[in-house]
């Protein structure tokens, strides 16, 4: 189990040292959640910040675009140091182009799943796809309850992608925590994002490294 603690929940005064303690710490990836006030009801950073601390750590940056119309501003975050960008099937912009753009950038390219949207809406772009990240929380906020329920569509996309001889990674994202993660892993879940979990915690190092113990047992 990979995990990707969300910095959504760092101090954003520090979040260069931030991203260099959670490298220290253990974490796969840096997940980066970007808000646009439209999309989701909360603002965030861009691709100015994003490349601000870029330098901090060259663990893979795994930006979360939560924003209308993600085609528009692919360049800038992929200018920006962006590893892997996932965006909504649910926004406004063409999913096959926006994947396309994502990947003339030689950036990997993900597509994420809000609660009410069908694991079916990824099927025909799992092709093209890196990874599908399936939301364990309505887009917008940290510290939410993690829904079980969301389990059954990263079972649906792994089957499917089984079916077609797709190596597709499935990324969880909201509440995962060391009460939550087993259902992920043992769903199918190969990465896992923590916001709260992860930052909240006395000890960081500690907490990534309980998470992936429980998950892997
Ligand atoms: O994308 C989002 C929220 O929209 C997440 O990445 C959260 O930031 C995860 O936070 P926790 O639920 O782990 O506190
Ligand atoms: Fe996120």
Redesign the pocket.
Known sequence: MKI?P????CDFAKMGEEIEKMDKCGADYM?L?V?DAHF?P?LTFGAPVIKAVRSYTEKPFDV?L?ISEPLKYIDDFAKAGADIITFHAESDSDISKTIDKITENGIKPGLVIKPNTPASAVFPYLDKLFMVLV??????????S?MADMLPKVQEIKAECAKRGLDVLIEA?????TSTIKQAADAGVDVC????????AEDSAKAIAELKAIAEK
């Open positions: 990707a969300s910095l959504l929940s997940h959640d808000m989701v909360n979360h939560m939301m364990t929380v309505e887009p917008g906020f940290g510290g939410q993690f994202d909201g509440g995962i925590s994002v923590a916001g709260t979990a992860v930052f909240k």
